[in-house]
C-alpha cells in the first residue's frame, strides 16, 4: 500500500482522505498508468506515417507496456471495467473505453500513401488490437515452448509484430 501511495506521489496517512480506501487508490494509480500509456500511444499515432508503420508502432508500445507491467492489463480490467460504482465508475469506464476507441478510430485516418481502407468498425479493431497483445504476453509459457529454437524472446516478438502489423494491414486493406 505504501508503495502504491508513493507511485500515486500521495502520503501514506492520507491514503483515505484522497481516495476514501485502498481500493480508491488502486483505481487512481490505474487510471493514471492507463492516461499515460493512451497519450503515449496518442501523439504516436498524430506522426504522419503510413497505416504500416502506425499498426506496428501501436502494437509495439501495448506489448511494450505489458513487458513492463504483466498484469497490466488484468488490472485495468479489475480496477476500471469490472467497477461500476454508481456514477463516477461508469463515468471512468466511458473516458477509458473512448479514449482507447479514439486510438484505433486514429488508425484507421488515412495519410498520403496509405492503401484504401476497407470499412471497418473501429470498436472491434480496438478489441482485436487489445487481444493480439495481451494474449501474446500471457502465452509466455506457450510461446517459450513453441520458440524454443529461436535465439530469444526478442526474435519471436520481433517475428510476432511482423506477423501481426502485416495481418492487421493487409485486413484494413479494401
Do not use: W
Request: glycine share 6%; with cysteine.
Amino acid at each position: 500500500m505504501v508503495e502504491v501511495a508513493q507511485q500515486a506521489n500521495v502520503d501514506p496517512a492520507l491514503i483515505r482522505y484522497y481516495f476514501g480506501n485502498k481500493k480508491g487508490l488502486l483505481r487512481a494509480a490505474t487510471e493514471h498508468l492507463m492516461e499515460e500509456v493512451q497519450e503515449r500511444s496518442r501523439i504516436m499515432l498524430t506522426e504522419k506515417v503510413p497505416l504500416k508503420e502506425r499498426v506496428r508502432k501501436r502494437l509495439s508500445l501495448l506489448l511494450a507496456v505489458l513487458q513492463e507491467n504483466p498484469r497490466f492489463f488484468q488490472l485495468v480490467m479489475e480496477e476500471i471495467y469490472k467497477d461500476e460504482d454508481g456514477e463516477r465508475g461508469r463515468d471512468g469506464l466511458r473516458s477509458v473505453a473512448n479514449r482507447g476507441l479514439a486510438l484505433s478510430e486514429a488508425l484507421l485516418e488515412p495519410v498520403a500513401g496509405d492503401p484504401a481502407l476497407r470499412a471497418v468498425d473501429a470498436r472491434l479493431l480496438h478489441v482485436a488490437i487489445l487481444g493480439m497483445c495481451t494474449f501474446f504476453m500471457d502465452a509466455k509459457p506457450l510461446l517459450t515452448i513453441l520458440f524454443e529454437d529461436e535465439a530469444g524472446e526478442d526474435a519471436y516478438t520481433e517475428q510476432y509484430l511482423d506477423f501481426a502489423t502485416g495481418l492487421l494491414v493487409r485486413g484494413l486493406a479494401a
